[in-house]
Structures are given as C-alpha cells and as structure tokens.
C-alpha cells in the first residue's frame, strides 16, 4: 500500500526520465517514448488501486491540509490517466503531421517533448483532483495550463498551430489574473485558504454580501474561460482549430473537467450563504442558458469539424452548468448534482476521444478536416466511419449511448430544481444538436468519396477505439458503475459540514 | 499610528488590476498585452500581502498563508513568461509581427 500522492510523484518522475532519455538517445524515432509512457501510465493506473486512504481528522500542519484522497477524487485520477493513454496513442498516430510541420535538420527531430507533455498535464490534473486549498488548487490548474500552452504551439511551422497558442496564452493568462484575483478576495474576507475553513468564516460573516459576491464573480470569469462558458469562449473555435488534434482532444476533455471540478469546489462554499445563494444561482442559469445556446446554434452552419466539434464543446458546457445551475441551496443537493457532472463529463469524454481519435487517422488520408472531405468515409474504412457514428450519435444525445444518459441525467436534475427555462432552451438546443451532428453521418455514409482507397489503422488505436465504443455503449446502457462511483460519498466538504 | 489603511492598498491594487485589464482589452501590441496581464497578476500580490498584513492573528503575527500564495504566483506568473515569451519569439519568426490585427488567418 502505497500514500496516494505516490501516483502524482510517479507520473511526474516518468515524464522527467523521458525528457532526459529523449535528450540523451541517440535513436531518432521518439516512438519508443510514446509507447513506453503509455505502458508505464498502464502500471500507475493499477497501483492507484492499492493506494492507502486518507486519515480521517488531518493533523494541522500536516499535507492532508492541502490534499484529499477521497473515492471521488480517485476516480477522477483514474479518468486522468486513462484519457492521458488515449491521447498519447492519437499522438502517436499524429507523429507525421507533427514532423512535418516542425522545422528542423533532421526528420522527426524535436518531436520527442510532444509525447512527454501530456504526461505533464496528467499529474496536473491528479493534483487538482485533490486540491482542497485554494493554494493547491492554483498551482495544480497552472501545471495543467502551462503544459497546454506549450502544446497547443507546439507545431512551429504552422501558422494555424503559433496562432492557436498565443490566443490561448493571452486568455489563459487573462482568466489566472481574474482567478488569481478572485482567491485574493476570498483570502482577504475569509483569512483562509482551506475549503472547509472558507465555509465556515463565510457562513458567519454578516453584512459584506457585495464583497462575497465580487469574490465570486472574479473566481467565476476565470472558471468561465476554463470551461468554454458563454461570454468567455471565444478563444474556443480558433484554438481547437489550430491545435494539433490530440491537444484538441486533450485539452476539450481535461480543461472542461479540471474547471468544472474546481467550479463544484469553490461554488460548495459560497452556496452555504444564505443571503446571496440565490443570486449565484440566477448568475449559473443564465450563464448556462447563453452556453447553450450559443454553443449549439453557432455550430449549426460550420463546415470544419475541428471548429464544429470547438462549438459541441460550448454546447456541452452549457448542458454542464445547467446541471451545476440546479445545485440546491442546502449543501447536501451538492451529492447528487456532483454525480451528474461526474457522469457527464466522463461521457462527454469517451466521445470526445473517440471523434478525436477517428478525425486524427482520417485526416491524414482525407487531406483536410472539412465536413466533405469525410464524404463517402464509410466505403474507405466502414471501422472508423462506424467509430465516428457512434460518437456523434452519443454526442446528439441518441437514446442507448452514455451521452443520453448524461443528458437525461442533466435534465432529471432540471425539473427537480423546477428550473423550466433552462428545460425548454435544453430541449430547443439538442434538437439543433441532432442536425449539425448527423450532417457528419450523413457525409459519411450517403455522399460518393473522391478517392475511394482504404484506410488503414493500427493495431493500438483500434484497440482503443474499440473500447471507446464499447465504453459508450456499455455506459450508456448501464451507468450504474459509474454513477456509484461518484457517489460512493460526498466530497470531503460537504461531510465537514 | 500609521496613516496607510487597507483601503490604501486595495484602492492601489484594484487601479493596478484595471489599468492591466484595460491595457489587455486596449493594447494591439501583443508584447504590451503580456505586460498589462502580468500587471494584472501583480495586483492580485499587492492586496495579497496587504490582507496578510492586516490580518493580524491572535499571536500578533500576520497571516503568512498570503504571502505563501504570493510566492506560488510569483513562480507560476515566471513560468508563464517563459512559456508566453518563447510562443511570442516562434510567432514573431513566422509571421515578423507582434500585432493582434495581423493574427487572424483563423476565423469563422
């Protein structure tokens, strides 16, 4: 048995050895290196099941102060782990895209950090599935973001790629400021860092319900631009565009879930104010009402599935909010609206990989990411057509996918909360979803392709995309191993109260 | 008795915090937008370190976790330089400019 913060300290370990092992090798493939961060990651996710729990009543002083260990928060080091596999399987099968487009002497060279970064992340998001001070909470979000921005420029010879990465270093930084900003305030009333402590000071302070609420609002534009809320998203398109594709994917999964999860953390707090819950209520209903419709109504005349999947993700954060929009104002509500978002996001990310994943092989065949460029994709590799349909029906919401379930889940949450507005716009926007998602299908299957030679995949990214859509239907029917999951208890804070 | 009270302080660190705000929205120079969001980030260590100051504890100490969060933005805010600046220099190279209007070959 291991302390679980082991599986933190091995992730970044791996990534260090790798970078001296890249830097030192005299072999130009950088293969080896993918392969073997997948096969190590492979080891850590199973230690991470003989890993100790937390002590119950943390000394002061002592880590656990800054760290949990909870069941939830393992579960979601898991998913970290597992998404980081995925996207180092699609970088493999990026590497010449990724060569080609990188400057240099020799071919491949300079490669080698792309399949070492992830690794990065990952920690990063282990991290933060633990944070429980806000101290913990800034550094493990910076490590995750820094990481991207290195990523999403990556490829130094593409305009498309150095333009995606200053776009997103500039609002990146710009939502840290209003983060960081924001935790000041919460320090300055509070005079703490520690989650549970904040909902203590805070529920007992009388009379600064504006200075609360300016707190609130500056942690929630920085969170807002994190998780592609409406009015923050416009580095969205342009950055998912520019991306290198397994960045795309890596960063539509782990920056939605990280925020989202800080966002449960952060908002648990405030919520226990009785004064002005139902004003932050009101502000997450709106928020989320514009995501939805923004996200999905914008996505409707797009031809590049790139962008069009950058505006499915907005959609989906709006479907994300509005369950978080649902949270009651006693603090054990939080219990059952943590499992939806846990639940959604783990959907959403099973067929964010796999769009991803299938994009990335076809592309480098099709010679481009428009919409026609698929035409006629099912005659080239029924697999990989099959592959997409399957994400994008469980994106739209076809009943028997994990991305129905999320969605009736979000729903059920709604009228529980009698939240009707959000229900109709809900209901308006998925309708809008079906269109522009089975456009996609219809490409593939009813158009003629231009070039009608098969596409072949290999052997590690069919395995994978055969578990994704296994995943997606095996969830879709029965969430329940899921769903327990995140339930097994409420997070830390809420059991402090 | 000392003149200087916390609403100095955070009246300095909110101008700070705005005048960086505003030159990010303003600015077209993407160098000049780097500097206003460090500006932006410095202000946030200003009113840090005037709470802990202010925030006496029952022993007569201020309250050092703020000055712990403020070493932590420090280092993040220096990484992120780092970073930022190599991915400005790289984008300099290809395109030979810094300036937001010339940065739109991705649009709708």
Same mark, same amino acid.
């Given at each position: 048995m291991f302390p679980p913060i082991t599986l933190e300290i091995l992730v970044l370990a791996l990534g260090f050895i790798l970078l001296l092992a890249e830097s030192f090798s005299q072999s130009t493939s950088k293969r080896s290196l993918a392969k073997s961060a997948v096969f190590c990651l492979a080891w850590i996710f199973a230690l991470s099941f003989f890993v100790t729990s937390a002590p119950a009543n943390p000394e002061p002083g002592s880590f656990w102060n800054f760290y949990s260990a909870d069941p939830v928060s393992m579960v979601f080091k898991r998913i970290a782990l597992l998404t980081t596999m995925a996207v180092l399987v699609m970088a493999l099968e990026y590497e010449k895209v990724l060569a080609k487009n990188i400057p240099s002497a020799r071919e491949g060279a300079g490669t080698g950090e792309f399949f070492i970064l992830p690794l990065f992340t990952c920690s990063g998001l282990m991290l933060l599935a633990s944070a429980v001070d806000l101290v913990m909470a800034f550094a493990a979000l910076e490590l995750v973001t820094i990481s991207f921005y290195v990523m999403v420029a990556y490829m130094r010879g593409s305009h498309a790629s150095l333009e995606a990465g200053v776009k997103y270093l500039i609002l990146g930084a710009l939502s840290t400021g209003f983060f960081v900003y924001g935790i000041t305030w919460i320090f300055g009333l509070t005079g703490e860092t520690h989650f549970t402590k904040i909902a203590l000071k805070l529920a007992s302070l009388q009379g600064s319900d504006t200075a609360i609420l300016f707190a609130l609002v500056l942690v929630l534009v920085g969170l807002g631009f994190k998780v592609a809320a409406v009015p923050f998203q416009s580095w969205v398109p342009d950055v998912y565009q520019g991306a290198p594709t397994p960045v795309t994917a890596f960063l539509s999964v782990g920056s939605k879930a990280a925020g989202f999860l800080l966002l449960l953390r952060v908002l648990e707090p405030f919520l226990g104010v009785a004064s002005i819950a139902h004003k932050i209520l009101l502000v997450l209903s709106v928020l989320a009402g514009a995501t939805l419709i923004f996200g999905n109504l914008a996505a409707l005349p797009q031809n590049n599935l790139k962008r069009l999947l950058a505006y499915s993700s907005v959609g989906h954060a709006g479907y994300l909010l509005m369950a978080v929009a649902c949270v009651g104002v006693a603090p054990s509500a939080l219990g059952s609206v943590g499992a939806t978002v846990g639940f959604y996001l783990f959907a959403y990310l099973l067929m964010t990989l796999l769009s991803f994943l299938v994009l990335t092989i076809a592309t480098q065949h099709t010679k481009g990411e428009e919409i026609q460029h698929f035409n006629g994709l099912s005659k080239r590799s029924p697999f990989l057509a099959f592959a997409l349909l399957v994400a994008m029906s469980s994106l739209a919401g076809v009943p028997l996918t994990a991305g129905f379930y999320g969605k009736f889940l979000v729903f059920a949450q709604a009228v529980n909360a009698s939240q009707w507005t959000l229900i109709a716009l809900g209901t308006v926007t998925v309708g809008a979803g079906f269109y522009f998602y089975l456009r996609v299908v219809a490409a593939m299957y009813w158009a003629e392709p231009a070039d009608a030679s098969p596409i072949q995949v290999s052997g590690l990214s069919k395995m994978i995309i055969v578990l994704l859509v296994a995943g997606i239907f095996v969830f879709g029917v029965n969430p329940k191993p899921v769903l327990s999951a995140f339930q097994t208890q409420q997070t830390p804070l809420a059991s402090a109260h | %008795?000392?003149? +200087? /009270?916390?609403? @100095? &302080?955070?009246?300095?660190? !909110?101008? +700070? #915090?705005?005048? !960086? #705000?505003? !030159?990010? %929205?303003?600015r077209r120079n993407i160098i000049t937008i780097f500097m206003c969001l460090e500006l932006m980030l410095n202000a946030a260590n200003l009113s840090l370190v005037a709470f802990s100051r202010f925030h006496v504890g029952a022993d007569g100490l201020p309250n050092y976790n703020a000055q712990v969060l =403020?070493? #932590? *933005? *420090? /280092? =993040?805010?220096?990484?992120? =330089?780092?970073? !930022?600046?190599?991915? *400005? =220099?790289? +984008? &300099? $190279?290809? $395109?030979? /400019?810094? @300036?937001?209007?010339? *940065?739109?070959? +991705?649009? #709708?």
């Open positions: - | %008795m000392n003149p +200087l /009270t916390l609403n @100095h &302080y955070l009246l300095a660190s !909110g101008l +700070l #915090f705005s005048l !960086g #705000f505003a !030159g990010v %929205m303003l =403020v070493f #932590f *933005i *420090i /280092t =993040v805010a220096a990484a992120e =330089v780092a970073v !930022g600046l190599a991915i *400005i =220099v790289a +984008l &300099y $190279r290809a $395109r030979q /400019t810094t @300036h937001v209007e010339d *940065i739109q070959s +991705l649009k #709708f």
